[in-house]
C-alpha cells in the first residue's frame, strides 16, 4: 500500500497521539505521496463533473484527519483506512451539494473498477456510498476488501498482504461484495 516504512509511519502516529512537537509535519512528510496516488486512483472513479484534484483531496484528508482533537490511530493500516474514508466522505459532501445546487439534476453512474460498472445509469456516487455504509455494517471485513480495492485501487495480492488474509479469501470478499452491492444498488433504481 505505502513506500513509508510502517515502523516508521507506526512510531510517527505514537508521537502525533503524546503531541511530541513537529510529529504531525513528519508523518505528513513521509506519506504525501503515498496519498496523492490514493487519490488520484479515487479521482478515476469520480463522475467527470467534479473538479476536485488529487492534490487538493489530499489536503482536504490532511484537514480532516488532523482538525479533530487527539487523533489516534493504531498503525499504519488504521491510518489509511481512516485517510481513505476520508477520502471519501469529503467527495461525498462535494456530491450532495454538487446535487443540492443543480436540485437533483446531473446523476450520473460511476465505475466500481476498470472492468466493472457497478451501478446502473441511475445510480450517483451517493447512491453507491450508502450502498457501502449499509454493506460495511453488515459485512466489515468484506467492506474494507471493497475499500482497499476501490477507493485505493490496490491489487488482490496487496489486499491480502495489508490485511493478513489469503488471496483465496480476497477474491471471495471481492466477488460476494459486487453481488452484494449490484443486486443493492438495482433494487434501489426499480
Known amino acids: 500500500m505505502t513506500e513509508a516504512s510502517p515502523n516508521e509511519v507506526t512510531r510517527l502516529l505514537r508521537e502525533i497521539e503524546l503531541q511530541t512537537p513537529g510529529a504531525v509535519d513528519q508523518l505528513v512528510n513521509l506519506v504525501y505521496h503515498d496519498l496523492k496516488s490514493m487519490a488520484s486512483v479515487r479521482m478515476r472513479t469520480i463522475p467527470p463533473w467534479d473538479t476536485l484534484q488529487p492534490t487538493s483531496l489530499v489536503n482536504e484528508v490532511f484537514v480532516k484527519l488532523f482538525g479533530q482533537s487527539n487523533p489516534t490511530w493504531a498503525n499504519r493500516r488504521h491510518f489509511f483506512m481512516a485517510a481513505t474514508r476520508a477520502m471519501r466522505d469529503i467527495i461525498i459532501d462535494r456530491a450532495r451539494s454538487d446535487l443540492a445546487q443543480k436540485r437533483g439534476g446531473g446523476v450520473r453512474a460511476i465505475a466500481l473498477d476498470e472492468s466493472m460498472a457497478l451501478a446502473e445509469e441511475s ?31 490496490l491489487s488482490h495480492d496487496q489486499i491480502a498482504q495489508t490485511m493478513g488474509i489469503a488471496r483465496n479469501t480476497v477474491q471471495r470478499d471481492w466477488a460476494f461484495a459486487k453481488v452484494w452491492l449490484t443486486k443493492k444498488l438495482n433494487d434501489e433504481a426499480d
Open 123 to 153: 445510480s450517483s456516487v451517493i447512491s453507491v456510498t450508502d450502498a457501502l455504509n449499509e454493506f460495511s455494517g453488515l459485512y466489515p471485513r468484506q467492506s474494507e476488501v471493497v475499500e482497499l480495492k476501490y477507493y485505493l485501487g
